[in-house]
């Protein structure tokens, strides 16, 4: 009895594979979720239209998998997987320019660190 009710409290969770395209409400609620649940990564710590365009360029890679998780209509947690982490290292160096003049505009200073870092293969703090 126990077990069927846990089921029906699942009932109302649908996970879904993004293939090439997104809608525009999700990728929003997808940013969002970057931005409040992951608020520390250097992927939260950019503008929403860099945070878009790197999602829609994972979405027309082979080399990902894009998952969400709804609750009735609403997006309420993402899945990112990748075939290699070299693959997610290719994609943030394709649009290093962008993020440079976004994090000097914005005066992001730790986390511009932090990318150096990465690419340096140094394990950054904070």
Do not use: C, W
């Not at 126990?2 to 999700?26: A, C, E, H, R, T």
């Not at 992927?43 to 945070?51: D, E, G, P, Q, Y």
């Not at 994609?91 to 690419?119: G, H, P, V």
Request: hydrophobic share 45%; glycine share 2%.
């Amino acid at each position: 009895m126990q077990n069927l009710l846990m089921y029906k409290s699942f009932s109302f969770f649908k996970i879904f594979k993004i293939k090439n395209k997104i809608n525009v409400k999700d990728l929003n609620s997808i940013v969002s979720l970057i931005k409040i649940e992951n608020k520390y990564s250097i992927l939260a710590r950019l503008n929403n239209k860099i945070v878009k365009n790197y999602i829609h360029s994972v979405l027309s890679s082979k080399n990902f998998f894009l998952y969400i998780l709804k609750k009735k209509r609403e997006v309420i947690g993402y899945a990112l997987l990748v075939k290699h982490q070299k693959y997610l290292s290719e994609i943030m160096e394709s649009k290093k320019f962008l993020i440079l003049i976004d994090l000097l505009s914005n005066l992001r200073f730790i986390t511009l660190l932090n990318l150096l870092a990465l690419k340096k293969n140094i394990n950054p703090k904070g």
